[in-house]
DNA sequence: ACTAACCTGTAA
DNA sequence: TTACAGGTTAGT
């Protein structure tokens, strides 16, 4: 479900409740839900720890414990992270609560897709496909002429490009349907063709559109919720996402849609070429 | 490079 | 009943 402009979002309200909380208590309704280091278990790494700051790395939060421990979380299609200000009872989807001293963050997913570890804060950008993450879009890190090199030895379409963490961090579907709208390219594209100029688009359109999310509070759809359960805004602004056979904001054509990778792809045949 | 798998819910 | 949903990965 969320997104670069969900997770910095959830990351921003998190960070509000609970850094210098300890964690006192958790309960584990559904254990594979979460994973822990070696011989500890998740439970016993969290358990009695402060939170002391909070990150986004692409569409994963990294939750720094004291003691030298991070807890990842990838919240995957359905997952939400709720804080609660006075105890809750869990809810049927809730896999995971984490009691404080002030209130408690519930982990709840619908589809089961989203995990927890409890990893070393030092392994922690080591351990999985973290290891192998792209640029922060948002950051310095993000350069056109690296961008460039990147899209033009991938012969994948730009729009398989785009969802491809390894060459950039924290893109999924509605934004790099999105994206392709604002830059006006073709989501078909073999990103190697794209020219200077369209590269030159499709960077600013990344950055423009990313940052348009995060200052909407993310897209609400259906499932995407932050930490204090409210909605984003970013839904009643897209262009293309959601609007097959609508027509085109722009110049009223009706928008097509078609499959990449095995995912739904709007676009404006008139402004996308 | 495409598909199935992981899951459940909702809408067609 | 079937298709599809803000994601990723392990298989052909």
């Not at 932050?226 to 009223?252: H, I, M, P, W």
């Amino acid at each position: 479900m969320p997104e670069l402009p969900e997770v910095e979002t959830i990351c921003r309200s998190l960070t509000e409740h609970l850094i210098g909380q300890t964690i006192q208590q958790i309960q584990v309704y559904w254990p594979f839900a979460v994973t822990g280091w070696a011989d500890m278990s998740f439970v016993e790494i969290a358990s009695g720890k402060k939170i002391i700051a909070i990150d986004r790395r692409g569409k994963y939060l990294l939750i720094h414990l004291q003691q030298g421990w991070t807890l990842i979380v990838h919240l995957r299609m359905t997952g939400r992270l709720n804080y609660y200000p006075a105890a809750m009872n869990p809810m049927k989807h809730t896999h995971v609560v984490f009691c404080f001293d002030q209130g408690e963050l519930h982990y709840h997913d619908t589809r089961k897709f989203g995990r927890l570890q409890a990893v070393p804060t030092d392994e922690a950008l080591n351990t999985g496909a973290l290891a192998r993450m792209g640029p922060e879009p948002l950051s310095e890190d993000f350069r056109f002429e690296i961008f460039t090199a990147a899209l033009q030895k991938k012969k994948v379409k730009i729009k398989t490009a785009l969802l491809d963490q390894s060459l950039i961090a924290g893109i999924g579907n509605i934004y790099a349907d999105e994206v392709l709208f604002t830059a006006g390219i073709f989501p078909e594209r073999q990103a190697a063709s794209l020219s200077e100029t369209e590269i030159q688009k499709l960077f600013t359109a990344i950055r423009t559109v990313l940052q348009a999310g995060i200052i909407a509070r993310g897209t609400s759809f259906r499932d995407y919720r932050d930490a204090n359960g409210e909605k984003g805004d970013f839904q009643n602004q897209v262009q293309v996402y959601g609007r097959t056979g609508l027509s085109c904001r722009r110049c009223g054509k009706t928008l097509e849609k078609l499959r990449i990778n095995g995912r739904t792809t709007v676009y404006c045949r008139v402004c996308q070429k």
